[in-house]
């Protein structure tokens, strides 16, 4: 729901963080508060729970369900199949998890759960903390991967072959600055993503209820147009999130074929 403050619409009040109950859970003087967003990442998980069983059944003949899970779990594998390579069949259940979570998160987010009263939907994907702390467990788990593979020869990832010799600490400087940026334009590019779309949601529909509020000819020369292109953003939102969701399955999958298949 948009907080009005004023006779306006505050398109920001969505993203705000706070006590999904109404109260503080205060701990050694930390707030230890069971939160807006931590309630709609139970939400996710719980949803992807539920899809995740009714598809595992193992039916003789799979069903619709069955089958929507095996091309979800195909889909993946084959991705890194692509990237990885064999080696990358071990890293299918972590890759598989991280997409459906994020592709779970940004739909749930984008469904009109405001209309039920009392109900406050949340967009976990559109906070830092949380697509920075997925992008870090991610870049983590290369450099384990890296280092436990191949040791210090890790560090030849950042001179590439035939690098004249001269050049060699600029280059690994470059590289190593790039390397470590990953993980941040890896979140950065989710957060901005889903923030972006859910603030144009939101004004556009302060558009539509000021436009009905003034009445008259304002709701067709402003609720009606908002209306139209709110339907077609949403639309578009709900492919943004499905993008999202992948682009950062497949970047992973590309950082952890550099540390698989170091050259």
Known sequence: MAAEQGGKIDP????????????????GGYDLSFTNSALWMVVTLVALWAFMIG???????PGRWQMAVEGFTGFIAGMLEQNVGPGGKRFVPYVFSLFMFILFANIIGLLPFGIVPGVHPFTVTSHMTVTGVLALISFAIVLIVGFGKHGFHFFSLFVPSGTPALMIPLIFVVELMSFL???FSLGLRLFVAMTAGHILLKVLAAFVINGLNLGGMYIGLVTAPSMLLMIGITLLELLVAAIQAYVFALLTS???NDAVNLH
């Not at 009040?13 to 205060?26: N, V």
């Not at 598809?55 to 003949?61: A, D, S």
Request: proline share 7%.
């Open 12 to 27: 920001m009040h969505q993203f705000l963080i706070e006590p999904a109950f109404g109260s503080h859970w205060i701990v």
């Open 181 to 183: 940026v990953r993980p």
């Open 254 to 256: 590309v950082y952890l």
């Open 55 to 61: 598809g595992m059944k193992r039916e003789l003949v």
